[in-house]
């Protein structure tokens, strides 16, 4: 079956960097578009970032813009969030998702997900 696992959260100082992953399972990338989402305490879910594995377009949300990259290692179904320069308005718990089709922000529109993985940014 399909399965997504998230890791490498964590707590982190403002202005540091973390690095997540996102393991897929049960199914091939192509074709799927891959999204990192958030949610913070009170607050709903945050599209950050997609990618369309057929051809690696990358679409953000503009607080994350020039500080976060999605990428993707196929070769080991992975999709990878860099996070630099955080922040701690940052701090929530991250998911990857996954969708057939055009890349979105929107969580509604995503079918699979992981069972997050939490990044606190804090002094």
């Known amino acids: 079956q399909v399965q997504l696992v998230e890791s490498g959260g964590g707590l982190v100082q403002p202005g540091g960097s973390l690095r997540l992953s996102c393991v897929a399972s049960g199914f091939t990338l192509d074709g799927y578009t891959i999204g990192w989402f958030r949610q913070a305490p009170g607050k709903e879910r945050e599209g950050v970032t997609c990618m369309r594995n057929s051809d690696g377009s990358r679409y953000y949300t503009g607080s994350v813009k020039g500080r976060f990259t999605i990428s993707r290692d196929n070769a080991k179904s992975t999709v990878y969030l860099q996070m630099n320069s955080l922040k701690p308005e940052d701090t929530a718990v991250y998911y990857c998702?996954?969708?057939?089709?055009?890349?979105?922000?929107?969580?509604?529109?995503?079918?699979?997900w992981g069972q997050g993985t939490q990044v606190t940014v804090s002094s």
């Open positions: 998702a996954t969708r057939w089709g055009i890349p979105s922000l929107q969580a509604k529109e995503y079918e699979y």
